[in-house]
């Protein structure tokens, strides 16, 4: 029997050190934690058709009401509402699918309880994050395809035709949607219940929507509300924007005279660590009330 019992122990504890070495991932796990996230977000249909429906549905109401007879012109160059008014809708959308979405997502989850039971399972921490990540990368991705082919499409907007206007695109838009998602989990734990959720998230988005040249050319914004605006993301991201779809002598209708790509990095990787740190101190996974 003691022969029996010396085996059996070390045997037990080598299986349980193979299962623990067959465990997935941190990456892995959050992987899958976002293909839970994208089909949860796709079952609640009316998120879905409200974040894919807001920037088309604003750009095609703007660009209908002004049209062709409000055309933007700088410096003799003139360029359509539609094709204007294009870059801060994809600003927006970024914010919206990045942000707003997961500030309210993960307070409405911490206050139905979903936060405190995932905590007490396995999976890390870090993957919960890489999952919200994900599903907003890849709705971000969907709504900016979608909003470009509708102003393409029903608006004859002119996309970039050289590369260079691509690459800023994409850094701009990988640093805006990286600031934003960041943000995003950061001021979750903000709102005080899921409740209340909405109103603290959007109402901030929006105000900002309204001072950082998203609705309106920045040459006609007070310099008092985009220097204000300017210490957030989304006036950055739209101004980058601009600098992608708008022909280059836009630039001198800045405020400053240029595009400021330089600035626009600075701003939104100093937002993207700002709130890596706050939020790292700062995320509950228990509701105000629960301890």
């Not at 993957?127 to 994900?134: A, D, P």
């Not at 708008?246 to 993207?272: I, K, M, N, R, Y």
């Amino acid at each position: 029997m003691s022969t029996t019992a010396s085996t059996t122990g070390p045997d037990r504890l080598d299986q349980g050190q193979t299962t623990a070495r067959r465990l997935p991932g941190t990456l892995r796990q959050g992987l899958v934690r976002g293909g839970v996230e994208l089909l949860q977000f796709v079952r609640e249909r009316d998120s879905v058709i409200f974040s894919f429906a807001y920037p088309i549905l604003m750009l095609s109401i703007f660009s209908t009401v002004f049209g062709d007879d409000d055309p933007i012109v700088a410096n003799g160059v003139t360029v359509s509402f539609a094709q204007y008014f294009l870059p801060g809708m994809v600003a927006t959308g970024v914010m919206l699918s990045t942000y707003q979405t997961l500030a309210i997502s993960i307070a409405v989850e911490r206050d139905d309880g979903t936060l405190k039971r995932l905590r007490a399972t396995p999976l890390p921490a870090t993957s919960y994050f890489l999952g919200k990540v994900f599903l907003s990368l890849v709705t971000v991705l969907a709504q900016t395809a979608l909003l470009l082919a509708v102003a393409v499409l029903a608006f004859d907007v002119p996309l970039p035709d050289d590369a260079g206007h691509w690459v800023t695109f994409a850094w701009v838009f990988v640093l805006g949607t990286a600031a934003g998602a960041v943000c995003g989990v950061a001021y979750s734990s903000v709102p005080s219940s899921g409740r209340s959720a909405s109103a603290v998230v959007v109402t901030p988005v929006l105000v900002l929507q309204f001072t950082s040249g998203v609705f309106f050319p920045v040459s006609q914004l007070p310099g008092w509300m985009l220097d204000l605006s300017s210490l957030f993301p989304l006036k950055w991201i739209a101004q980058g924007m601009r600098s992608v779809f708008l022909p280059d002598v836009f630039a001198e209708a800045e405020p400053s005279g240029t595009w400021q790509h330089g600035a626009t990095a600075a701003v939104l990787a100093a937002w993207l660590v700002v709130a890596l740190v706050v939020g790292a101190r700062t995320f509950r996974w228990r509701r105000h009330d629960d301890g």
